[in-house]
């Protein structure tokens, strides 16, 4: 069985926003809609210290569908249009919803809205249209700082893949595509301690967040 999904290593993630931007370029996302919002969490004291700085942590944390195991938006649709693919993703099927909304109301995360001009529900797709040719999510392509990771949860997030990084300057962006690097290559190395799940309500959200040596708040 397959379950795709990302892994963000919030201690590389620099709030750059590209991912949003990349989101809302490649899929046509209106103007003040988001399907990825990025967070600021912080700065808040560290554990024992003065809470001045520099006793302060601080991190960004990109919010979007979780792409679930369970999803709750999947259960309430009385019309089916939120259905959940062999891929393990989570998608829209807009000529079945009828923007009744039920979906964004039991959605835990908020990641739902609904498109005022088209009357239908919006969210990540995981860009279906990309992963289902082998291609990477756009706001993976796009993470500057080499923060975000795609792959398949069955397989471990240790085989999650991104664009692998060059300094050869004469690299065309298509051969840069279609290179690749996995997170067990490129980052810091991490204990399953380290990564974890926005708060799971029986959903199981497949969304996954790497954070080393600061506090996770991302269940409150």
């Known amino acids: 069985m397959t379950q795709y999904g990302i892994v963000t290593d919030l201690n590389r993630c620099v709030g750059c926003l590209a991912c949003s931007t990349a989101c809302k370029t490649v899929n046509g996302v209106r103007p003040g809609d988001f399907w990825i919002k990025t967070l600021r969490i912080g700065p808040t004291p560290k554990a024992g210290g003065s809470g001045q700085w520099p006793d302060v942590e601080m991190y960004f944390l ?7 195991e369970n999803p709750e938006c999947v259960k309430v649709c009385p019309t089916q249009a939120s259905h959940k693919l062999e ?10 919803c009828i923007g009744c909304q039920f979906c964004v109301m039991a959605c835990p995360y908020g990641v739902r809205y609904l498109n005022d001009e088209e009357r239908v529900v919006e969210k990540c797709t995981l860009c279906e249209q990309r992963i289902s040719q082998g291609e990477l999510p756009q ?23 991104a664009p692998a990084p060059t300094h050869d300057l004469s690299t065309s962006y298509e051969d840069m595509q279609e290179s690749r690097t996995t997170a067990k290559e490129w980052l810091e190395e991490w204990s399953d301690s ?8 029986g959903n199981g959200p497949q969304i996954a967040y790497i954070l080393r040596n600061r506090t996770w708040q991302g269940k409150e």
Do not use: N, W
């Open 194 to 201: 380290d990564v974890y799940h926005l708060t799971d309500v």
């Open 139 to 161: 706001c993976v392509m796009q993470c500057g700082s080499r923060a975000r990771f795609f792959g398949d949860v069955e397989k471990g997030i240790a085989t999650f893949e």
């Open 87 to 96: 891929d393990g993703t989570v998608q829209i099927d807009k000529s079945k």
């Open 62 to 68: 990109p919010i979007q569908c979780q792409h679930c």
